[in-house]
């Protein structure tokens, strides 16, 4: 039997048909380049974890939740009238690249060009990915409680901003 053979094989392939409502939420993760556990850093991470929290990252979409792993990050993103997913995670992994290579004082992509996303289809969905999601550190073993780790957030928690992501 012949091998398939798929003429538009890659990540543009991947992206060509998709299609994002906007008013929906989509579970994305991103890995960094290679791999590299660039987040483990607590300076650097805390610099690019409080990218986040810039509107002008998000515009009129919604960040529900985060979490920055070392070698990954995980958001649930509510996508708005005027804008698209891909233009979002545009925003959200540039704004977090720059802020981390800025206090490293290095140059250079920090994340893969691909990322994957899941279409979450009703609350129940949206409720489960963040449970998924804000519990992925203590999946990973790098804490024993959600609450130890600094580096996530969700809209449901209420104002974290003293003290969370390296917040003075």
């Given at each position: 039997?012949?091998?398939l053979v798929?003429?538009?094989?890659?990540?543009?392939?991947?992206?060509?048909?998709?299609v994002h409502?906007?008013?929906h939420?989509?579970?994305?993760?991103?890995?960094?380049?290679?791999?590299?556990?660039?987040?483990?850093e607590?300076?650097?991470?805390?610099?690019?974890?409080?990218r986040?929290?810039d509107?002008?990252?998000?515009?009129?979409?919604?960040?529900?939740?985060?979490?920055?792993?070392?070698d990954?990050?995980?958001w649930?993103?509510?996508?708005?009238?005027?804008?698209h997913?891909?233009s979002?995670?545009?925003r959200?992994?540039?704004?977090?690249?720059?802020?981390?290579n800025?206090?490293?004082?290095?140059?250079?992509?920090?994340?893969?060009?691909?990322?994957?996303?899941?279409?979450?289809?009703?609350?129940?969905?949206?409720?489960?990915?963040?449970?998924?999601l804000v519990a992925?550190?203590?999946?990973?073993g790098l804490?024993?409680?959600?609450?130890?780790?600094?580096?996530?957030?969700?809209?449901w928690?209420?104002?974290r901003?003293?003290g969370?992501?390296?917040?003075?």
């Amino acid at each position: 039997m012949p091998p398939l053979v798929f003429p538009h094989a890659g990540h543009a392939a991947l992206r060509r048909h998709r299609v994002h409502l906007p008013g929906h939420a989509y579970l994305v993760t991103a890995t960094t380049l290679a791999r590299q556990p660039f987040f483990s850093e607590f300076t650097p991470t805390c610099a690019a974890a409080r990218r986040h929290l810039d509107p002008d990252v998000c515009r009129d979409s919604r960040l529900l939740a985060w979490v920055l792993m070392p070698d990954h990050g995980h958001w649930l993103v509510q996508v708005g009238d005027g804008d698209h997913l891909a233009s979002i995670m545009n925003r959200i992994k540039s704004a977090t690249a720059r802020a981390y290579n800025e206090q490293r004082k290095r140059t250079g992509a920090l994340w893969a060009r691909a990322y994957h996303e899941r279409l979450l289809r009703d609350d129940d969905a949206v409720r489960g990915a963040a449970r998924y999601l804000v519990a992925n550190p203590v999946r990973a073993g790098l804490v024993k409680r959600v609450g130890d780790y600094p580096f996530w957030d969700a809209v449901w928690i209420g104002d974290r901003s003293e003290g969370a992501v390296g917040a003075p």
